[in-house]
């Protein structure tokens, strides 16, 4: 006999019903009676009786018939009785149960659990347990009343109720955290992150996701049906209380809980740093000589870039385009310049400005400059074009600055200097100044 359960799911809404007779165990009105002697008798007094009375014994889902008829260990099974002319309610005397497997081989039986209707009519219900040792499949539950009825007697009937899926396996949820940190403090960096619910299948009747602390406090951030994780992405104030109230700094455990239609439960962790620093500006700007700026050059055959000009300051480099040659398109000179800025733990850098010294070469008969950026989808932005006269020329500005980063402890700003078509410059200096965002 298995254990009973006390713990009930809730109210189940929908009856398959299986029909069966119940026979009162007294005498039967058709049994032969004793032919009168001419002895003087007093009559006999007939228990009264109504005929056979039906039990209809159904099993009841919750929403969807074809997801709610699970069950396991955690989940007992629960069917629903209906008497008629009238519920049983106290007279019930026990209720049994039976699971058979496919081959109509009893594999667990016990005594079932009577549950009067709530509303004081009916149906009743009986609740059986599932053992934790029965394996996984379909099967049959056999639902046996008896009961003393008035008018009727001592009744008994069995029921049958068929595909009854007992699933013992539990659900593995995944879940992923689109960024490591939030950083709950209002300032607009990464305030909200983004959490991705992976392979909830069909079968998940609720999710939940917490957050628990080192103490094994927990903190509730959504629950509901699948359909309350929407696109399967969560976005969430994950650092705050529901009073508005941050939640101390550290590492928590970002707890999923999936539930599904079967009772069993699955869940996964993943860490998740709560971060109260906010975002802090800080404004840097680089001069340094166009030679040591300089990173790498692309001269054409007829064309050059002297690292010496003389009549300049130390440092100065010349862009001299010649086209009295046989290829013309060999004329340009494109030099790519960089400089080195502060690590931003962010990675956020705004607001880039560069400007440079520099103007027409001594005797040149053409001249005109141009600088302009690379962009993350290699291409570019921000070119500007310069005049021949010497003294401080701005370049168009990129809304965000490429900033690259070899390693985790450099970062650099690059862009692009250079002219053709017989263009000469010197450019003795450049300019760089940018804002660069860090966490404090």
């Known amino acids: ?167 013992h396996e539990a659900p593995a949820p995944r879940v992923r955290l689109m960024s490591p940190a939030v950083f709950p403090v209002v300032d607009k960096y990464e305030d909200r992150i983004e959490v991705r619910v992976l392979d909830q299948g069909r079968d998940v009747k609720r999710l939940q996701l917490d957050l628990v602390d080192d103490d094994g406090t927990e903190f509730l951030v959504q629950h509901g049906n699948p359909q309350v994780f929407a696109h399967v992405d969560v976005w969430g104030r994950l650092g705050n209380r529901r009073n508005g109230e941050l939640l101390p700094a550290g590492v928590y455990a970002l707890r999923l809980t999936s539930e599904d239609y079967s009772g ?20 840097v700007t680089r001069t340094v000589s166009a030679r040591k700026s300089l990173h790498r050059t692309d001269v054409g055959d007829c064309s050059s870039l002297a690292r010496t000009v003389r009549g300049r300051a130390k440092g100065t480099l010349g862009y001299y385009s010649r086209t009295r040659c046989q290829r013309p398109a060999d004329s340009p000179v494109i030099a790519l310049h960089r400089v080195k800025v502060p690590v931003a733990d962010t990675g956020l850098y705004r607001r880039v400005r560069l400007s440079l010294r520099g103007g027409a070469a001594r005797g040149a008969r053409f001249a005109y400059f141009k600088t302009w950026f690379p962009s993350p989808d290699d291409g570019v932005v921000g070119v500007s074009q310069h005049s021949a006269t010497w003294g401080t020329h701005t370049a168009t500005q990129p809304d965000v600055p490429v900033v690259w980063r070899p390693s985790e402890r450099k970062a650099f700003v690059y862009w692009y200097a250079g002219l053709s078509e017989g263009a000469r410059y010197d450019v003795s200096s450049y300019t760089l100044r940018i804002e660069v965002w860090d966490l404090r």
Request: charged letters at 20%; aromatic letters at 4%; hydrophobic letters at 40%.
């Open 1 to 167: 006999m298995s254990t009973l359960r006390t713990r009930v799911p809730a109210a189940l809404s929908v009856l398959l019903a299986a029909s069966l007779c119940v026979a009162p165990l007294s005498a039967s009105a058709d049994e032969p009676t004793a032919e009168p002697t001419a002895e003087p008798t007093a009559e006999p007094t007939a228990e009264p009786t109504a005929g056979p009375m039906t039990l209809e014994v159904g099993l009841g889902f919750t929403h969807n018939p074809q997801r709610d008829q699970r069950f396991s260990a955690l989940k007992p099974i629960k069917v629903q009785v209906r008497a008629d002319p009238r519920p049983l309610g106290e007279q019930v005397l026990s209720v049994d149960y039976q699971l058979l497997d496919d081959a109509d081989v009893v594999v667990a039986d016990g005594a079932g659990t009577w549950l009067e209707s709530p509303y004081g009519g009916y149906p009743d219900e009986v609740v059986a347990d599932v053992p934790e040792g029965l394996a996984s499949g379909r099967y049959t539950v056999v639902v046996t009343v008896r009961a003393d009825v008035p008018e009727h007697g001592l009744v008994e009937g069995t029921g049958r109720v068929e595909n009854v899926v007992v699933d």
């Open 264 to 283: 069993n439960v699955g869940q996964v962790s993943v860490p998740l740093t709560i971060d109260h620093r906010r975002l802090h500006k800080r404004t």
